[in-house]
């Protein structure tokens, strides 16, 4: 037999590896996914903003009627810069404020919308002010992220939720600590939740601060013309 000749084995072949993108093709992609990924943002805002408006107004008119009690409708009120007024309301011309009536149309009282900053975050809240006896007479929260356990007491706490049911604004609504009121425009703040609870007392008095007196006056026109009706008709 012809011996064969010995020969070396032949070297490993080594895998082609794929060439690595350019700046250029990384760029492009990154452009691709953030464009794509802000149109599914965009689309499900646009599509979801309607259901939370309904949602935001419902809660608005179900706190209108908690906070004045026995209110059977309301309408929003306009603000022309220095008088309130009733009529169309529009996003440039709308108060953020609400005449409540009862039975036979009876004017009930005012909710007023105010906001202020948390420990959180910005809390929103509707409160009702009746103008005759000066008072406030009861408020909802509508927005809030206070810390659980904690600052969302300032709408789980039936005794500090109390302040607000006959809660004077003359001369100035102040925050006592818990235990310490002593007059009738003093808001015992909850323990553990100061900054919450000082936090709405400041929107009440900035609010009413803002409000009492375009309120005292549009009730005082709503009077003299009730009361001029009859002499009219006669």
Not at 115 to 131: L, M, N, R
């Amino acid at each position: 037999m012809t011996e064969q000749p010995h020969l070396p084995p032949a070297p490993p072949v080594s895998p082609e590896l794929p060439s690595e993108p350019g700046p250029g093709r990384l760029i492009a992609t990154l452009g691709l996914a953030g464009f794509f990924s802000g149109l599914l943002l965009v689309t499900g805002f646009v599509l979801t903003r309607p259901i939370i408006e309904e949602n935001k107004a419902e809660a608005l008119k179900a706190a209108v009627y908690k906070v004045l009690e026995d209110c059977k409708s309301f309408e929003q009120l306009t603000w022309d810069g220095q008088n309130l007024g009733s009529g169309p309301t529009t996003k440039e011309n709308a108060a953020p404020v609400y005449i409540g009536f009862g039975e036979g149309h009876r004017v009930l009282g005012f909710a007023i919308t105010s906001e202020e900053p948390g420990f959180q975050d910005i809390i929103k809240a509707i409160y009702g002010y009746d103008p005759q006896l000066d008072q406030i007479i009861g408020m909802e929260i509508l927005e809030s992220k206070e810390t659980p356990g904690l600052g969302d007491k300032i709408f789980k706490d039936v005794n500090f939720r109390s302040n607000f049911d006959a809660l004077a604004v003359q001369p100035e609504i102040i925050s006592v600590k818990h235990g310490q009121k002593s007059n009738p425009h003093e808001v015992e703040a909850i323990t553990g939740a100061t900054i919450s609870s000082k936090a709405v007392t400041r929107l009440l008095q900035k609010g009413m601060a803002e409000w009492r007196e375009p309120i005292q006056r549009f009730a005082q026109d709503m009077e003299q013309k009730g009361a001029s009706e009859p002499n009219e008709q006669n």
